[in-house]
Each structure stands twice: as structure tokens, then as C-alpha cells.
């Protein structure tokens, strides 16, 4: 756990990174391979719709309480299924620890009495007693009807929330189609991986798909905040938005990691008790949902909504312009001498160089004047300006008498006595 926690110090500080925004292809290809094998899966073996939204017929059996198990499920599963009637696949569950429940699909009344019988004597019930241990219920397509509908309107509700929370939290519509798109990922990958499963489509599983949707949409949104929160003042700052955003996600990526495991935990557990010891079909529906599209959303929270939104915001001006500072910086960086011009013949030369030196004739080196430097001494360029070199000001014009300085060894104000002042 030392390391783990270093790892997310180094991750937050920017000592560390990963490349989760550069690696723009790759993430995309990854995310359109896996929605184009969803679909495919979706479209060639399609969903198993539970008999709430195809209608059925369902059989509910009295039995004692050490009958209502998980083996005596699967044993009367497999009876009715080598019943020869066209059940489709059949649902056996428990119930309490009273009744096991039958589900097929929709049946004759002449195939519901041999049903009956079939079952009874799988189970051991006396045909005169068949009548009151076993009862009978349909359920018709209207109502799965209804429930589809009623399914649908909630996740369009549910979306139409989602743009309006985000739009009034960010202020950014960009933010939300990225959003948006993560949740249609989520969706799709969830539904393929159902299709392939072959779960039946409960009303338990479109509420884990909701439930799945509004943790999609928890993460992302604490993504994109730290994105907003390193990017505010952009113009200041010697960053670009893809860096920014990137640094935004690998602050937050061992939380992602930290919210998914504590989360996909006990999901996993519910999947597996449902799956091999209670047999409730129920739980595994909500389980499988739940399991699969938290996964997938922390996939597309890291990799794919803050890629969207760096691709959406890469026409902006002031993304650009801070792209065209970081490219000089570094071409800066990479070639210190760059921006120095390169020599000409027509090159104007700076005076007081030593190319501006006009030579001297070897005569004038002869004589000279005292002080001045003979031949083999070092020469120096003469200064045009009047005013003292080296110290770059010109001195202002003195307000009192001047006068020779035996300390300092140059003409300079002189101090006059109190009286004589102002004479």
C-alpha cells in the first residue's frame, strides 16, 4: 500500500504520468472495436427478454422447505426444458423457502395442463393435489409492453437530466456531449456483454442499467472537474489543454481505481452467491448489469470522455494559441541558438565592433602620443558618445560649483559652508 500511495503522490504532483490523452488512435480504435462487437452481438444472437416484457406463463410450486433449494431448481429447470413443448429457455427460481417458480414462454391451455402434470410428478406432488400446490399465472404482452415503454421514457428522462446538470455545473456544452457519448459507450458494451451472457432482460436489470448510468456519470464529472479546475486560467499558464487535461486524469486515477474496486467488491459477491447458491434470477440480472457497466464506465471516464472533450476543444482559440506557445517553447528548449540569424554578405555591422575598426596604417603605429597605446598593446574603440562608458547614464548638469576632488580624484560639486551660500 507504501508504493500504491506514492504512486498516486507522484501521479497528483506531475512526477509521474501516463499518456491517457496523446494516445489519441489508440483509444478510439479500442472504444469503436468494442461498440461495433456489442452491436454485432446485439444484432446476431440478440437479447433474452424475460417473460415481464415478451409475456409467459408462470408456474409457482408449494413444496416443503428442504425442496426449495438450488438443486432441486436446476434439476426441474432441465425437466421442463426436455419437456418437448416450446418453452424457450426456461427460468427456475426459489422463492422464500416455500415456492419454486417457473417461468416458460407462452403456452395452450392443453400444453399448460401437461406442463402441470410434468411437473408434479418431478416433484413428487399427488395428482389430486396437483390443482392446489401448483398455481398458474400469464402475463401478457401488453404488460412487458408497458414496461418497455415505461423503461424507456425513465433512461430519456434520465439523460435529459444528465445534459442540463452538466451544462449548469461546467457551463461547457462540450463537456456534456463527452459525457453523453461515455454514457453511450457504457450502454452499448453493458448490452453486448448481456446479449453474449444470455441473461434474461428483467425490469431488474434496466434498473441496474440506470444505476450503472449514474456511476458512469459520477466519475466522469469528477474527471471533467478537475479538468475545469487545471485549465481555468489557461492563458497564464505554460501548459496546453491536452496537458492539463491529461494531468487532470492521472490525479484522479487512483481514486477511479480506489471507487471501482470498493464498488465491483460486493457486486461480485452478489453475482456469484445469485449465480451458483440462491439461483434468483432477479439478483443476477441486477448483479451482471451492475458488474459489467461499472468497468466499462471507469474505462470510459479515464480513456474516453476527456479524449472527446480535448478533440472538441482543440478549435478554440486559446487552446491553439497556448499550442503554438508550448511548440516554441520547445522548438526554444530543443535549439537555444534557433532564433539567432544566420551571416550575409549584406549583414549591417554594429558600430563599436571590432569589425567596425577601420585598420590603421603600419606608419601611424610608429609615432604616437603619450598615453596612448604603442604597437603590440591592445587598442581600444573610441566611444562617439560624450558621455562617461560603463555606466549607461548620462550625469545631469551640477547646481552648485565644481571643483577638483583630492579623495575621489575628479571634478565634482564641491561643498560650500553655510554662509557662503547664496552669494
Known amino acids: 500500500m507504501g508504493k500504491f500511495s506514492r504512486l498516486g503522490n507522484d501521479l497528483y504532483s506531475g512526477r509521474r504520468s501516463y499518456d491517457f490523452i496523446g494516445r489519441r488512435a489508440v483509444f478510439y480504435a479500442i472504444s469503436a472495436i468494442l461498440i461495433l462487437g456489442a452491436l454485432g452481438l446485439v444484432g446476431g444472437k440478440g437479447l433474452n427478454f424475460g417473460i415481464e416484457f415478451t409475456g409467459g406463463t408462470q408456474f409457482a410450486v408449494n413444496l416443503p422447505a428442504d425442496q426449495v433449494t438450488q438443486d432441486n431448481a436446476e434439476g426441474l429447470r432441465e425437466t421442463v426444458a426436455d419437456a418437448g413443448f416450446e418453452t424457450g429457455d426456461p427460468i427456475v427460481t426459489t422463492e422464500g423457502s416455500s415456492r419454486l417458480i417457473v417461468q416458460v414462454q407462452e403456452l395452450g391451455q392443453a400444453d399448460t395442463d401437461a406442463l402441470i402434470d410434468i411437473i408434479a410428478d418431478a416433484q413428487g406432488v399427488a395428482p389430486a393435489d396437483a390443482s392446489d400446490d401448483i398455481s398458474v399465472s400469464a402475463i401478457g404482452a401488453s404488460l412487458g409492453a408497458q414496461l418497455a415503454q415505461r423503461a424507456a421514457i425513465g433512461v430519456g428522462v434520465f439523460l435529459f437530466l444528465v445534459v442540463l446538470f452538466i451544462w449548469a455545473y461546467s457551463r461547457e456544452w462540450k463537456m456534456s456531449v463527452s459525457a453523453l457519448l461515455a454514457l453511450f459507450h457504457d450502454i452499448v458494451i453493458t448490452v453486448g456483454i448481456y446479449a453474449l451472457s444470455g441473461f434474461s432482460v428483467t425490469p431488474a436489470a434496466v434498473t441496474g442499467f440506470l444505476a450503472i448510468l449514474g456511476f458512469s456519470l459520477y466519475d466522469t464529472v469528477v474527471v471533467f472537474d478537475k479538468v475545469r479546475e ?129 585598420p590603421e596604417d603600419d606608419d601611424e603605429h610608429d609615432e604616437h602620443a603619450p598615453g596612448e597605446p604603442g604597437e603590440g598593446e591592445p587598442t581600444r574603440p573610441s566611444s562617439t558618445r560624450s558621455e562617461a562608458m560603463g555606466s549607461g547614464r548620462v550625469a545631469p548638469p551640477a547646481r552648485g560649483p565644481m571643483g577638483q576632488s583630492n579623495s575621489s580624484g575628479r571634478v565634482q560639486p564641491s561643498r560650500q559652508t553655510k554662509s557662503q551660500r547664496k552669494k
Open 230 to 358: 487545471n485549465t481555468a486560467h489557461l492563458r497564464s499558464q505554460r501548459t496546453t489543454y491536452a496537458a492539463a487535461a491529461n494531468l487532470a486524469v492521472n490525479q484522479t486515477l487512483v481514486r477511479s481505481i480506489n471507487t471501482s474496486i470498493v464498488a465491483l467488491i460486493p457486486i461480485g459477491a452478489i453475482l456469484y452467491v445469485s449465480a451458483t447458491q440462491l439461483g434468483s434470477s432477479s439478483l443476477q440480472d441486477l448483479a451482471l448489469v451492475q458488474f459489467v457497466g461499472m468497468g466499462v464506465g471507469v474505462y470510459s471516464s479515464v480513456f474516453l470522455a476527456p479524449r472527446v472533450l480535448v478533440h472538441l476543444k482543440s478549435n478554440e482559440d486559446d487552446v491553439k494559441l497556448a499550442e503554438k506557445r508550448a511548440k516554441a517553447r520547445a522548438r526554444a528548449a530543443a535549439d537555444p541558438y534557433a532564433s539567432v540569424p544566420s551571416f550575409t554578405e549584406d549583414m549591417p555591422i554594429a558600430a563599436g565592433t571590432d569589425e567596425g575598426i577601420e
